[in-house]
């Protein structure tokens, strides 16, 4: 095993990153109705740039004002007061040695009507998850199947929310086409049971996201990145594969490696568990199919978990182990003896509790 490469430089288009390690991006839910994160959310993101990361995923940020929203307080990049308030920390976090990232989604049957101002849940079919929504307690209601206004509209939610991102100086934009969120329930058949052009095919299911990313592209300067996120598992129904098969997450992966996007971003459980009934994981999957840059997160937390999630990408995203430890970098730099943070100990992302 190369042992040394979690800090060695990546050149990422027009980017040298100082190391292999990316602050994964976490929710938090700390916005008012202005939509905007509290200061300490904010601050946490610039701390963790000047302890050494080197790239920073901001929270997930939701694409709309009518559908998009999943849980209470989360954040938009759609209004010049939002804005202005993630100018100052991009600022930061840039003059601290590290690249913003804008991550973006829409939750799509995942969404709670009851913080979206419309009231209204929407997805590629009127299907819920088969697990009550945490956040109520409560069946998912049943969404109303998209219109191809709705998907049209959709769209320039991402688009809008890209553009604020590119005046508030991100450096790149992530589309969340991960954990179960809309894009997600596009491209998997366990949430889409459309009959036209964007149900059916994987060709057909690949529709949503490749129209997303087209019309974001197109709004997007030249030298900021883009990147997709993706993954085979929901935050509802978790134990559900969401693609079929090998065949079909590489048939998804191929599509994408075609489009003009700059990283994928692959989240799992586990960085080394085996994925589809092959002796692969998902990064290796992902790899036998694009020499794109390849970030790869989910169980990484010490020296030797980190090198060797590096042998088959190129980047590393820490979820946890960042959220809970400020001194992450630094001592997985002097490969101390870490301890695996367990789920419940992240809640405190969501409670008031200022962060180390
Ligand atoms: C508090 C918290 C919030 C999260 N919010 C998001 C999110 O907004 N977007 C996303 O893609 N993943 C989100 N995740 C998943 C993480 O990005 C990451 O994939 C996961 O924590 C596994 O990595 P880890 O084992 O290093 O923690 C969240 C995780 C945590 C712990």
Known sequence: MKENKLFSQFRIKNFNLRNRIGVAPMTRMSAAADSIPRQDVLDFLVRRAKNGASIIFTEAIVTDYESGQGYPGQSRILTQPQ?????????????????????????????????????????????????????????????????????????????????????????????????????????????????????????????????????????IPEDRLLTVRISNWGVADMEVSLFDS?????????????????????????????AFGTDKNMAQLTREITDLPLMICGGIYDRASGEEALQDADIILSGKSLLLNPNWVEDVLANKTLNRYKSEEADIAYTEEPLP
């Open 83 to 219: 804005i202005d308030a993630w100018k100052p920390v991009v600022e930061e976090i840039q003059k601290q040695g590290a690249i913003a990232i804008m991550q973006m989604f829409h939750c799509g049957r995942m969404a709670g009507p009851e913080v979206n101002p419309v009231n209204r849940s929407i997805a590629p079919s009127p299907i819920t998850p088969k697990q009550d929504n945490p956040m109520t307690g409560a069946p998912y209601p049943v969404p109303e199947a998209m219109s191809r206004f709705d998907i049209d509209h959709v769209i320039t939610g991402f688009v809008e929310t890209a553009k604020g991102a590119v005046e508030a100086g991100f450096d790149g934009i992530e589309i969340h086409g991960a954990h179960g969120y809309l894009i997600n329930q596009f491209l998997s058949s366990y949430s889409n049971r459309r009959t036209d052009s964007y149900g059916g095919s994987v060709e057909n299911r690949y529709r949503f996201v490749h129209q997303v990313i087209q019309a974001v592209r197109k709004v």
């Open 246 to 274: 090998k065949a079909e997450y590489q048939e998804i992966i191929r599509r994408l490696a075609n489009e003009p996007i700059d990283a994928i971003s692959v989240s799992t459980y586990g960085y080394n568990e085996k």
